[in-house]
Structures are given as C-alpha cells and as structure tokens.
C-alpha cells in the first residue's frame, strides 16, 4: 500500500478524517466522486469505494487501486462464500492485499 503522504498528495484525493490504521474520504475519478474507507491494520490493506445510487465501475476501481497501492503489487475483490457475506451498503466494492503473503495468481497465458 502507498504511504499516506503519497496518497494525500494525489490531487483526486481529499481526506476527511485519519486514525492509526487508516481513514476515510473522498476520490474523484472520471468526474465522479466515490467515498473511501482505508486500512491497512490487521495484516491486511483494504480500501472500500462507495457511490450513492450504484457500485463503482471496473476503471473506477482500477483508478482507485491506482492510488492506494503501487503498480507492482497484486490487489483482488474477493467472493466469499455467502455464508460470510456482510452487506452494510448496497453500493461498495472493497480491494483487499494480504500484507505477509504473496496473492496467489493464474499463470499470465490464462489470464
């Protein structure tokens, strides 16, 4: 994950609130305006993106990526299983990085 000054620094970016783990605020991307929630406590770095009337398009999810973590490392939305789905707004996709491990990838011919 990018340090904070690099990420506050990133003109798309306005940060409303941090604590010791993280934060929250706004992103504008492709004229739109998302709010996020970061962290990187846990042993993981999480950023969720939210809008108010639908979940955030794949290039705004690139985009924000783009902000919050460097080109060289590998990011994922995950699935889980249902029996742990948490829905607390209908409209926020969430990009995960375990921090002691490597993401686990398809070899890039099948991608």
């Not at 620094?9 to 783990?21: N, S, T």
């Not at 504008?28 to 962290?39: A, D, E, L, Y």
């Not at 690139?62 to 902000?67: F, M, P, R, Y």
């Not at 080109?71 to 607390?88: G, L, T």
Request: aromatic share 10%.
């Amino acid at each position: 994950m990018r340090r904070m000054d690099e990420v506050k620094a990133d003109p798309r970016v306005i940060l409303d609130a941090r604590r010791g783990d993280g934060g929250c605020g706004w992103v504008t991307v492709h004229g739109r305006t998302m709010r996020v929630v970061f962290s990187w406590g846990g042993g993981w770095d999480h950023v969720s993106v939210s809008l108010g009337s639908r979940c955030p398009t794949w290039e705004e999810m690139c985009a924000v990526k783009s902000i919050f973590f460097r080109p060289d490392e590998c990011c994922v939305e995950y699935h889980p299983p249902e029996s742990r789905y948490v829905n607390i707004h209908p409209y926020c996709l969430h990009i995960w990085r375990p921090q002691d491990k490597e993401i686990l990838q398809p070899p890039i011919w099948m991608v």
